[in-house]
């Protein structure tokens, strides 16, 4: 059976170029990047490069950006590194549809007696920069915010909260995994001053993310060890896996995908499949994603599925799917536990057509069908 | 049934789900494995799991299951009724405790779990049979028409005690490919077969309850949900209604039961009777537990329609109990029937099930009042 991928915002695929860039890293260019000889020095250049690469796309100088293990790495450091550097009483705002890598973070340091205000959205799954500037108070250290929601899509006024933030003077964090290499970022322009992106959202490989820096902002380390990363984030470099980062940067910095297909998808599906509503605001969304409910089905059920005719697709962010509480975003945007349970993620990508799309449309025309037959109830 | 539609096997990540799933491979069958999630372990961390011998749910089982699917080569997918198994199996096993009756969940997680809930999501993956590891056989009658529920050639590993509930249109989708087949055959078959989890121990009855220390289960379970625990404790009566002593919850006492009654006798003391109403617990000597009749009620009939007069079975009334002759007699509908034994019975408890059988075939269950 053919398996075609529809769970972009999960992971994606290598790229040719990101996967050549890390075969000849991972085959010839095995010095540490930190030996002063001739082989740490080629993995130093090959190092460089992709951090040279990486800020062309996010639109920073390359001495801001910081390597990591990933976004949930580059959440924590920012979001620890900011808070921690800072005493006294502290609060930090953050809004109720992160992801859990910045969620979780937050927690913790609620545990350890800073107050969190977490924004709600409304139905359309956007935060209102207002809501952020009357949360704002004398001892606000942080507001941490993403740019592009992982359930949803819908974009976040980033630039908008970024004033607000500059005028209170607070550090602005920006979750920007699911934004990078989606919609146009640039971190000078947007006025932020910490940035998390994660590499395998991108076509390039797992297990290595960065985080940009804006010159003259307070991080406290998080990890503590050697003087890596300009001393902010120590450990020998994984330099073939940053290097297959950098090609991907490379590539999206040239071309950014449309939103041809998943209107394709999401117009056939809600013209032809009756009960369905797209969750969260259309218009404001990155071009890749569609959530859609589907009334009287459970989400669970129709994963597996469409697993079996050969469609990859999500209840949820990949974190939540085997967990018996609905998804955060979407109670959060007010959908019942029920809705929540009933509604699909279909996030596209470069290896899907438009004959994936309509060969995806039919299989689920025919899973919902069967599923409303048959009465599984969310 | 159709060759080409697969078959989903319930995949508890145990020798005998594994085996199913394997032996159904081996007959050329289009398989889907599946884990049931029922049950987060981790939930109450009052209650100490570790080391707790064949606990259900654990990361370690879903492990072993995962790895027997990919052996297999077949689909695998975990799914979770951690909500339907607290709401229909957790909670009515808490509340039969308190009103002091001793529950039977293995059974409501047959009826409302393994045999509704996981036929729906096999019927969501486009499969119209399911096949577990119980140890119990079905058969189609073409005279009467009706799919009878038969023990398992294993008599000491034979579950239909649990079964009791199963409706014609679940029997009419189940397989149990292990029915025929004794557990060290199985174990030999998994072993033949390759199987990781061949020399795996068993699992225990209750999977939510760690030991089998269901009063322990109860106070975590009562106290997370914010309920007091302390609140059935009361006295400990003879049948003539002189107090002997006091005792911490109604709930730590099952008829029949000896051990931790607390009290000193000439001759050793027994439950009796739990009163949650009164919150007190009669004791009594092992010649008071004996009973001669019982009523059951909510009976499924199985192999056989509802039947017009009094017949002859052999009645179950515990899971490790050897079937009693006796007469049973429908009283008003024929969901209650009045049994009568032949010898006087031990200890018939209250919300523990009546399984009828004729030889090996299940006639039918019920609940004791």
């Known amino acids: 059976m053919q398996h075609y991928y529809f769970d972009h915002n999960a992971t994606t695929p290598l790229a040719p170029e990101s996967l050549d860039a890390m075969t000849l890293c991972l085959g010839q260019v095995y010095g540490n990047a930190s030996s002063i000889h001739y082989f740490g020095q080629l993995a130093k250049q090959r190092l460089e490069a992709a951090r040279r690469q990486v800020a062309a796309l996010i639109g920073c100088d390359a001495k801001e950006l910081a390597f990591t293990s990933g976004g949930t790495e580059s959440d924590n450091f920012a979001i620890l590194g900011v808070v921690r550097a800072t005493a006294g009483p502290r ?53 941490s915010v993403m740019h592009a929601n992982n359930e949803l899509g819908t974009i976040q006024p980033v630039a908008e909260i970024a004033g607000i933030a500059r005028e209170a003077g607070v550090p602005f964090h920006v979750d920007g995994v699911q934004a990078l290499g989606k919609i146009p970022v640039n971190v000078r322009e947007l006025g932020v001053d910490l940035y998390s992106v994660s590499a395998h959202k991108l076509y390039a490989p797992k297990g290595v993310g960065a985080l940009y820096v804006r010159k003259g902002v307070k991080l406290s380390g998080v990890t503590f060890g050697g003087r890596h990363e300009r001393g902010r984030r120590p450990g020998t470099e994984n330099v073939p896996a940053i290097a297959g980062f950098g090609a991907a940067a490379e590539l999206a910095a040239r071309a950014l995908p449309d939103s041809c297909l998943r209107d394709r ?9 009756p009960g369905t509503h797209v969750n969260g605001n259309r218009a404001q969304r990155t071009p890749n994603t569609s959530n859609i409910q589907f009334d009287g089905v459970d989400g669970e059920a129709m994963v597996i599925a469409l697993d079996l005719r050969g469609f990859a697709v999500s209840t949820g962010s990949a974190c939540s799917s085997g967990a018996v509480t609905p998804s955060h975003v979407l109670t959060a945007i007010g959908l019942s536990a029920d809705s929540a349970r009933s509604s699909i993620r279909f996030s596209l990508g470069a290896s899907n057509t438009e004959e994936q799309v309509d060969e995806l449309v039919s299989a689920i025309e025919a899973s919902v069908t069967h599923l409303r037959r048959i009465s599984v109830h969310a | 049934m159709t060759e ?34 029922l049950w987060n372990q981790r939930r109450l961390p009052g209650l100490s799991t570790e080391g707790a011998a064949g606990r259900c749910c654990s990361l370690d089982d879903v492990y072993d299951a995962r790895r027997v699917a990919e052996q297999l080569g077949v689909p695998y997918y975990v799914v979770n009724f951690e909500r339907q198994f607290e709401d229909q199996v957790v909670k009515p096993f808490v509340a039969e405790y308190l009103a002091g009756r001793t529950p039977v969940p293995c059974t409501l997680c047959n009826n409302y779990i393994k045999f509704d809930r996981f036929l729906e999501m096999a019927d969501a993956a ?61 174990r030999e078959l998994a072993s033949s077969m390759d199987l990781s989890v061949a020399v795996k121990a068993d699992s225990q009855e209750i999977c939510f309850v760690p030991n089998g220390d269901y009063a322990a289960f109860l106070n975590a379970y009562l106290e997370e949900t914010g309920v007091d625990p302390a609140r059935t404790e009361g006295e400990i009566v003879s049948e003539d209604g002189r107090v002997l002593g006091r005792h911490e919850g ?68 515990r899971n490790k109990h050897v079937p009693a002759a006796a007469t049973l007699q429908t009283v008003g509908d024929a969901a209650r029937v009045e049994v009568t034994f032949d010898e006087p019975q031990r200890a018939v408890t209250p919300g523990q099930g009546a399984v009828f059988y004729d030889g090996d075939v299940v006639l039918g269950g019920g609940w004791i009042e």
């Open chain 1, 91 to 143: 609060h930090l705002i953050t809004s109720a549809i992160e992801h859990p890598a910045v969620l979780g973070p937050c927690a913790q340091l609620e545990r350890e007696g800073v107050e969190v205000t977490r924004v709600r959205t409304g139905a359309s799954g956007i935060v209102d920069p207002a809501d952020i500037r009357r949360t704002l108070r004398r001892e606000t250290v942080l507001i």
């Open chain 2, 250 to 317: 109604v709930h730590r006492f099952t008829v029949g039961q000896r051990k931790g009654i607390g009290i000193a006798a000439a001759e050793p003391l027994y439950v009796i009777a739990t009163d949650p109403q009164t919150q007190r617990v009669v004791v009594g000597s092992n010649q008071d537990l004996l009973r001669d009749r019982c009523f059951v009620k909510e009976i499924n009939w199985i192999s056989i329609a509802a039947p017009d007069g009094p017949i002859r079975a052999q009645v179950k009334i």
């Open chain 2, 4 to 37: 080409t539609l697969p078959i989903a096997v319930a995949m508890s990540g145990g020798v005998d789900s594994s085996t199913v799933a394997a032996l159904l491979v081996r007959q050329g069958h289009r398989v889907v494995g599946m884990t049931m999630q």
């Open chain 2, 126 to 186: 486009g499969a119209r049979q399911i096949a577990t590891g119980h140890y119990a056989r079905i058969r189609h009658n073409v005279q009467s028409g009706r799919y009878e529920l038969l023990r398992g050639v294993d008599h000491a590993k034979d579950q239909t005690y649990f079964l009791f509930g199963l409706t014609q249109s679940q029997l009419a989708r189940t397989l149990f490919p292990l029915g025929h087949l004794t557990k060290p055959e199985v």
């Open chain 1, 265 to 273: 998808l999401e117009n056939a599906v809600l013209e032809r499949i």
